[in-house]
């Protein structure tokens, strides 16, 4: 039976702009945003933390949180031409796109506890999931409700939950530091809690011992494969020895590069090299099996090299800016601290500002996905001056590189030193 083929809809990204309407009951303004960073300023209360927030209540369908901020209207452009408008309207919230139209009615939801509601919504939202070749890729589709259901003002309608499921947004609010994930069972009390960084540092030591037992089983297949290859390469036709030691002495320096590359972010516990530490380089036929030796090293390696990228700017990120001790990872522990006298503390023993950096490193690059905007609430929170500096180059580079628009509402001039061109201040526009 043939699979049957299913389009998946492109996300919605990047927003081109944003116009609110009626912010505190008096100001309506448009913002022309970036597709990669758009710093937002302006005094206390000019609306920035807001913005943000309707965003990503809008993107998450929280439509009772939504209704309660003080504006009348808030309308989302995507690069792709699509409209979203979200109106506050009495006892609810209005949304408006591609001429469709459909009211949340606060009042209705109010008289259902949260379980009751997810149930609703479950009920509502049958999910049926089509798979589409060896990616298991799926879509998952809606049912409407009929117009006269009691439920029809409390649970999204297909059209809506179809557009909102391609909008992704990450707010990283200022508080970050204050949500603690769960209790510590390391600790007697199940009233201590643990702190984000130690979590961040458990959650990523989890990750790469993912990616190390995934590698690991297709080396497997990789070394169960090799002497087949090996033997096919003896009956290729016959090279020259010089042609031959050029060869690997390339892969040679390339699976060196690679292994060391990984060493440096805890990926690698293992030389490559060991095995061929000394073997007679003057006869063809050693070389042929050494140059397979070689190439397959170098396809194992490589299936870490994406998660080593994001591990490298991590370390990066915060090794520039930390003073007087250093990040190393590790599969064991995730994220190890190493102070200059050689003793390893934990996560949660760096400062307050030290921590913030941790957890908005770790947020952007582990904890958001590709076609997101994230929405950044004062990321200079608890961090010195000096660090500011080159932040929003960095925030930049992460855009580029992963595919991300950001928003950032700040206080701090520092913060987007040598890119005036990307602030909008809420002071000025109109």
């Known amino acids: 039976m043939a699979t049957q083929e299913v389009s998946v809809a492109a996300p919605l990204w990047p927003l081109v ?6 912010l505190f009951g008096d100001r309506s303004f448009g913002l022309a945003l970036d597709p990669m960073a758009t710093v937002l300023t302006g005094e206390n209360g000019s ?10 209540l809008l993107a998450k369908e929280r439509w009772a949180e939504f209704s309660r901020l003080p504006f009348r209207t808030l309308t989302l452009r995507f690069n792709d031409g699509t409209e979203m408008t979200a109106e506050n309207v009495e006892g609810g919230v209005q949304i408006r796109s591609h001429g469709e139209t459909w009211t949340f009615d606060r009042d209705t939801a109010a008289q259902f506890d949260p379980h009751t509601l997810n149930q609703l919504r479950r009920r509502a939202n049958l999910r049926i999931r089509h798979g589409v070749g060896q990616g298991q890729q799926f879509l998952v589709r809606g049912h409407d409700l009929d117009p006269e259901d009691e439920f029809a003002n409390i649970v999204a309608p297909k059209w809506l939950t179809d557009l909102v499921s391609r909008f992704t947004t990450k707010y990283i609010s200022a508080r970050r530091l204050e949500h603690r ?19 961040y540092a458990e959650e990523l030591g989890s990750r790469m011992r993912d990616h190390l037992s995934a590698y690991a089983a297709e080396s497997r297949k990789h070394e169960r494969n090799l002497p087949a290859q090996i033997v096919q390469a003896m009956q290729s036709e016959p090279e020259s020895a010089s042609a031959l030691a050029q060869d690997v002495e390339d ?15 805890g990926l690698l516990y293992e030389d490559p090299e060991q095995q061929l530490a000394q073997y007679p380089q003057g006869k063809t036929e050693i070389l042929l099996a050494v140059r397979e030796v070689y ?54 023993q760096l400062s307050s500002g030290e921590q913030q950096l941790l957890a908005l490193a770790y947020q952007l690059l582990f904890g958001t996905a590709p076609n997101s905007v994230v929405l950044l609430d004062e990321p200079e ?19 580029e590189k992963r595919r991300l628009q950001f ?3 700040t206080h701090a001039p520092s913060v987007f030193l040598g890119h005036n061109e990307l602030e909008q201040s809420l002071d000025l526009v109109e």
């Open 17 to 22: 702009d944003i116009r609110v309407e009626d």
């Open 47 to 56: 609306g920035k933390s807001t913005l943000l927030k309707a965003t990503d």
């Open 181 to 199: 994930l769960r209790p510590d069972p390391r600790t007697p009390s199940d009233d201590t809690p643990t702190p984000v960084v130690e979590q």
């Open 251 to 265: 892969l040679q320096g390339e699976v060196r590069d690679l292994a060391d590359s990984l060493a440096r972010v």
């Open 295 to 348: 190439r397959v090293a170098r396809q194992r390696l490589e299936q870490l090299t994406g998660l080593r990228t994001d591990l490298e700017f991590f370390v990066s990120f915060l090794n520039s800016r930390l003073s007087g001790k250093r990040i190393e990872l590790n599969k064991e522990h995730g994220i190890s601290v190493l102070l200059e006298n050689g003793e390893m503390i934990s996560p949660r």
């Open 381 to 399: 929170l608890s961090l010195h001056v000096t660090w500011l500096k080159g932040l929003l180059s960095a925030f930049l580079e992460m855009a």
């Open 407 to 409: 928003i950032i509402a």
